[in-house]
Every structure is written in C-alpha cells, then in structure tokens.
C-alpha cells in the first residue's frame, strides 16, 4: 500500500480554477464546429443515430442495413444520448469537450495521488491543456477522448481502494464498471487490466487481481459472443493481416509481426511520442534520421526516469503504460500513429 503526504494543499482549488480556466479558454479558441474529414467520425455518428431509433448496432448508410461488428458500442452508444434530442453534429462535439474537461480533473486528482503534489499536477495538466493535439481531439466526434476519461477514472479509483475502508465496495463496482465502459468505449481498453494486474501482483493483492481479471471478462463477453456470432470481431481478423487495406496479401507470419513491431517501434520512438508532446509535424514519407532517434531515446530515458521517481503507484502506471505500449507494437503499422 502506498502512503501519501501531499504538497500544495492549501492551494489546491486555486490551481484547478486556474486550469479549467485555461482550459476553456484554449477550448473555446481552438473549437471546430465542422464535421472532420475522417471516415470513422461518420461511422459513429450514423452508428449512434442507428441506435438512437432503436433500430440496434446496424448500419444504416447503406442500401442494405446489416449488423456492425468492427468499433464496439460503447462511443456511438454515448453519441446516441445526444442523438435523442438532437440531431446537432456541434451538440456531440460539445459532449467530447466535457469528456475532456472530465479528463483534465481526473488527471490533476491522478497526478496530485502520484505525486503527493498539487503543483506538479498543475503544471503537468497546464501543459496538456496548451497541447495541440488535446485541443484537435477535443473537439472530434471521435472515441479517444471519451476512452481518455474512462481510463483515467480506473487508475483513479484504484489509487483511492486502500484509503476509503467503508466504501470500498463501491470503489471495486465504480473501478470494474469504468474498466468495461473503456474496453467498450475502444478496444485498447484491455491495457487497463494489464495495469491493474501488475499492481496487484506487485501488491500481493491476488484477490483483487482475480476480481478485476473476471469483471472484464464477463463485461466483455457479450460483446465477443455477438462477434464470433458474426465470423469473428473484424479488429482481430485484420490484426492477423499484413495489410487490412490490401486482405489480398494474406495473413502475417511471424517474421511479418516481428517486422510491423520494429516499423511500430521505430515510428512510436522516433516520431509520435516526441510529436505528441511538441507537435514537430514530421514529415512521414522521409526516412528516420540519426536525430530524430536521439531525440526519442532521450524521451524514453525522461519517461523511465519520471516513471521510477514516482513515490506512488508506480506499477500501475507502468503496466498500463506498457499493456498499451505492447497492443500498439503489434497493431497494422498503416494504423500507425
């Protein structure tokens, strides 16, 4: 069990004015009310609509209405508690901006439990809610904010187990609900299990590893009945591809993972992790460099280090890290990013 003496405490409310403040200020500018160019904004929002007119998880953009099996309920089952209302494309973007309002409370209360320090958590949130690429999704009729909130609530509710003696029932339902909800909301959702398994291993708290293990199973499992139903969740059978935007070259042998988890590796370290922190704006098509690996092995060193340096609930951290860390290894490498 992990203890806590926290730092900036009389401060604490002045530094979550001040961020959320920020926050709706950077928000307001950097909004988009138009509809992205992207395919998948489309599918959720007609998906929701789908489910909305409570004609079930079907699709409804074409001449033939079949059932869907490819992004799981979970995001276009939220868009259709808006869609209830309103048909407003502007109405559903508002709802991921209060996600991500959610999102940045969640982190400062997560990052102050960390840390033991207000002020760290702070500046941390400040410099995310500056960051262009939480600004672009935040106003996206897209799941990644939505799975953001929901992850963030399970690390949270699992630092607060130990210190809530007489409501800790309610914390395991609150944490297990929040963990399916995510794995609904994006099926990334599992790295949260990883997680919490390495932390209570590390805790030597097998009970509750047991209980978290069995909670996402059950909540999952209608889901992966309806999709074996349906020949197979269709992100399973393109992860076993080469190229799901090519199914003609058939599906990848051992060395074709070993390939796409060095392609994953190389494009994560040298690009994206540094890119999600200081929107350099690579340029794709051109080869890596000797610097950009420089650049990106001086970021993991800083993130093993701030990793290590934590005073509290290290291993949680860092198995969630890594459980997202390895499905992102062995996703397609044309998914990159």
Request: proline share 4%.
């Amino acid at each position: 069990m992990d203890s806590i003496n926290f730092s900036g405490y009389k401060h604490r409310w002045i530094y979550l004015g001040i961020l959320l403040g920020t926050l709706l200020f950077t928000y307001s500018y950097t909004f988009d009310a138009k509809l992205a160019l992207l395919g998948d904004n489309a599918s959720y929002y007609t998906l929701g609509k789908a489910l909305a007119q409570g004609e079930g998880y079907v699709t409804i953009s074409k001449l033939s209405i079949s059932p869907y099996n490819h992004y799981p309920p979970g995001y276009p089952a939220i868009i259709s508690g808006v869609l209830l209302f309103t048909d407003s494309v502007v109405t559903v973007k508002l709802l991921t901006g209060l996600f991500l309002f959610g999102s940045v409370f969640l982190s400062y209360l997560l990052i102050t439990r960390l840390t033991g320090n207000y002020l760290i958590a702070f500046v941390v949130n400040l410099l995310a809610v500056f960051n262009s690429h939480t600004l672009f999704y935040g106003s996206l009729m897209m799941s990644e904010v939505p799975y953001m909130f929901f992850s963030l609530l399970v690390l949270y509710l699992c630092t607060r187990f130990y210190e809530i003696d007489k409501k800790n029932l309610v914390i395991i339902v609150g944490m297990l609900l929040s963990m399916i909800v995510a794995y609904y909301v994006r099926s990334l959702g599992v790295a949260l299990l990883a997680g919490l398994c390495l932390y209570y291993l590390v805790e030597k708290n097998f009970k509750m590893m047991i209980i978290s293990i069995s909670g996402l199973i059950i909540g999952g499992l209608p889901w992966f009945v309806r999709g074996q139903s349906l020949g197979g969740t269709s992100y399973m059978n393109q992860l076993k591809m080469i190229n799901p935007y090519n199914p003609g070259l058939g599906d990848a042998s051992f060395s074709d993972f070993l390939d796409r988890f060095w392609n994953n590796f190389s494009r994560y370290v040298t690009r994206e992790i540094p890119d999600s922190v200081f929107n350099f704006g690579p340029t794709y098509n051109e080869p890596i460099t000797g610097k950009e690996w420089a650049v990106g092995l001086i970021f993991l060193m800083i993130i093993a280090f701030g990793l290590f340096k934590l005073k509290n609930y290290r291993w949680l951290v860092i198995g969630y890290i890594l459980g997202s860390l390895g499905i992102l290894m062995i996703w397609p490498d044309v998914w990159i990013g």
